[in-house]
């Protein structure tokens, strides 16, 4: 009954790993998305998808990596961690590219680099 | 400038009280807005879209200011349930939905 879910959950990783988020939406939205929280509580949007194709890709350092193998589906690959990017990170969709349809988030993931 | 900027917090006020945020943002061509709640260690989940004429849901009360570009939350008789982060979100254009800081807000007995 999830509408949008991302596992793992939790992440705890060393310096130098790669690891990967994996996000699915079951709401039918057209536009998926990735953001991240910092310690200090600010959302900021990384990148978005629309049916696929890659609409925003914040200044983001090119070892994150988004793929959307289908419009359900947005998974983020993240090469050589480092220890700034603890964070949680959110997957959120919406219905569409109007701005109208408000934003649905998954539950997080919370990532630790040690 | 900020692209959104909402009131410092936090916010600590008692129960009953009624108690206003308020959202700057710069984008004047920014075409919708919503106000979010976040819980401790929860994702953040849609509390109200905020349409031009203003608009209430409860207890719960937004309003738009197109001219100023700013938006106001406004939230009547608190609860102890109402204790969280109340997060401004503005939609700019080509999905940028962009969040603000986050305000937050403790109700206290």
């Known amino acids: 009954d999830t509408a949008v879910s991302q596992t793992p959950k939790y992440l705890v990783t060393q310096m130098g790993n790669d690891k990967s988020i994996k996000c699915e939406q079951n709401?039918?939205?057209?536009?998926m998305y990735w953001y991240k929280q910092d310690s200090k509580k600010f959302l900021k949007i990384m990148f978005s998808?629309?049916?696929?194709?890659?609409?925003i890709n914040e200044t983001v350092p090119n070892r994150f990596s988004p793929k959307s193998p289908d419009k359900a589906h947005l998974n983020l690959h993240i090469n050589s961690l480092e220890l700034g990017d603890s964070a949680v990170y959110f997957c959120a969709s919406s219905g569409g590219l109007s701005g109208y349809s408000p934003l649905h988030f998954g539950n997080g993931t919370r990532l630790t680099v040690t | 400038r900020k692209e959104v900027e909402q009131d410092p917090g936090p916010f600590n006020v008692p129960e009953g009280a009624t108690v206003a945020f308020n959202c700057t943002y710069s984008?004047?061509?920014?075409?919708?807005f919503f106000w979010y709640r976040q819980d401790c260690r929860k994702e953040p989940k849609l509390l109200m879209s905020?349409?031009?004429s203003g608009n209430e849901d409860g207890r719960f009360t937004a309003q738009l200011n197109r001219a100023s570009q700013y938006i106001s939350l406004l939230i009547r008789d608190s609860k102890l349930s109402d204790s969280a982060t109340y997060l401004c979100v503005v939609y700019g254009n080509n999905n940028d939905m962009r969040f603000g800081a986050g305000t937050r807000l403790t109700v206290k007995p």
């Open positions: 709401l039918g939205h057209d536009t």
């Open positions: 998808y629309n049916n696929k194709e890659l609409i």
């Open positions: 905020v349409y031009s």
């Open positions: 984008n004047s061509a920014s075409q919708s």
